[in-house]
């Protein structure tokens, strides 16, 4: 009886949850959530997510961040087996006891399992490794909803069984699909992963929005973009571009800032994301930058960091990297290295690599291959956006060292004040 009455106490508008934002650009903040807010966006992610009780999950990401909650509130509602890894270094691992057929990521993770993988083939003696090489080929060619003929579909067919299967083992052998949030998937990854028969979808949340606002479906999928709103939100595109979102999922507002509130969520309940955002016609919508990341070089343009970054990333010698140059002439990035793939590459070409990463910079062949990549993925038609000059640091950026926010973000502010005495000389 006394449950029932405590229970009857907690009214849907009572706040539920203080959740901080990551401070990728900012200081955090404590987003109130009601039990309204959790509910309604749960809900609508459940009856759209096409996900079957007692299927396995395993959940890596921090319970602390929005991203998760949701979904582990989505998993719980539909009935699914959470497994919870003890580090996201034993997550391959943990793949392979868990056997899971979900899995809710950011696309860090991915790039790393990707990685992984490419770090099995490096090793492959010939043919296994032109066989290797080949369907990765394959599987960059690969466009989702379109025909691709009778001869490529047969040489896929032959990858899959070759080398694909294989990936699915690395998963555990039983992955039905990849959600993945938080910051964008590098396009070569979704097709890579679509071929191999691994499906991504891709969506689009924050804190303040309880945080769903859009994803891909199996049934409304569109490559390179967050899919489409979800159903109960209200979604506009400013005159500026900022995507504005209004529904039952919007914050109470921010913990004892009310003044920031204001500023967020205006009058009429429209919640600022701070993204700016296109939607095409059919609906679906295309994040295109973070507002307070966007920065004017000298000439005066505009410049998305972000975009750019992602760019480099597809160099697999490249771990992670900041875009910096406002008000400059030129862009500049500082740059961390992958150097398990390094090293294995050094290993593949006979590079004696010396043990301290440090020095292993320094070689000239090493350095040659990594400026190679760097001006390969570093170019852009526009000139303005091409990276002019660089440099690596052996520093390693994770959420323990604070470079990285739970949800793997790169803390801009974070990362430039380390680096505040080595990023002028590249100007």
């Known amino acids: 009886d006394l449950l029932k009455e405590r229970k009857a106490l907690v009214k849907p508008s009572d706040m539920a949850s203080i959740i901080y934002t990551s401070g990728t650009t900012s200081e ?38 929005s991203y998760e909650r949701m979904v582990n509130y989505v ?7 959470i497994y919870y890894t003890e580090s996201v270094n034993n997550i391959l691992s943990n793949f392979h006891e868990v056997k899971p057929q979900i899995l809710v990521t950011v696309p860090l993770l991915l790039e790393r399992v990707y990685e992984g993988i490419l770090k099995k083939g490096m090793k492959l003696s010939w043919p296994a490794k032109l066989i290797f090489n080949r369907s990765l080929v394959l599987a960059n060619r690969y466009r989702h909803g379109e025909e691709m003929g009778w001869w490529y579909n047969f040489q896929l067919n032959i990858a899959h069984r070759l080398v694909f299967s294989k990936w699915q083992a690395v998963l555990g052998g039983r992955m039905k699909k990849i959600i993945c949030g938080g910051a964008k998937v590098q396009p070569h990854l979704l097709r890579i992963f679509w071929a191999a028969g691994i499906p991504v979808f891709e969506g689009y949340g924050l804190t303040e ?13 569109r490559p390179g973009t967050i899919g489409k709103p979800i159903a109960d939100l209200l979604v506009r595109i400013s005159i500026e571009g900022e995507l504005m979102v209004k529904g039952p999922g919007v914050m109470m507002g921010y913990y004892r800032q009310p003044e920031l509130t204001q500023q967020a969520v205006d009058v009429n309940g429209w919640l600022h994301t701070g993204d700016k955002a296109e939607m095409d016609d059919d609906g679906f919508l295309r994040i295109t930058g973070r507002i307070k990341e966007i920065f004017k070089v000298a000439s005066g343009v505009y410049v998305y960091p972000e975009t750019l970054e992602n760019k480099l990333k597809q160099s697999f010698f490249i771990a992670n990297c900041m875009v910096v140059g406002e008000h400059r002439n030129y862009l500049a990035a500082v740059i961390t290295v992958n150097f398990d793939y390094l090293r ?29 990549d760097v001006k390969r993925y570093g170019q852009s038609p526009k000139e303005s956006e091409n990276i002019a000059r660089w440099l690596y640091t052996a520093d390693d950026w994770s959420v323990d060292t604070g470079e990285l926010s739970p949800s793997l973000k790169l803390r801009r502010r974070f990362v430039h004040d380390r680096y505040r005495d080595v990023i002028p000389g590249m100007f």
Not at 209 to 221: I, K
């Open 28 to 65: 955090p903040k404590g987003v109130m959530l009601s039990h309204a807010n959790h509910v309604s966006n749960f809900l609508i992610a459940s009856f759209t997510i096409r996900l079957r009780p007692n299927e396995a999950v395993l959940s890596y990401l921090p319970l602390s961040h």
């Open 209 to 221: 929005a309880s945080p769903l606002v859009a994803y891909n479906t199996e049934d409304d999928f």
């Open 344 to 372: 294995e590459w050094c290993a593949e070409h006979h590079i004696e690599a010396p043990p301290d990463n440090s020095v292993l910079l320094s070689l000239p062949k090493v350095k040659a291959q990594l400026d190679a």
């Open 75 to 81: 998993f719980q509602y539909i009935g699914l087996k």
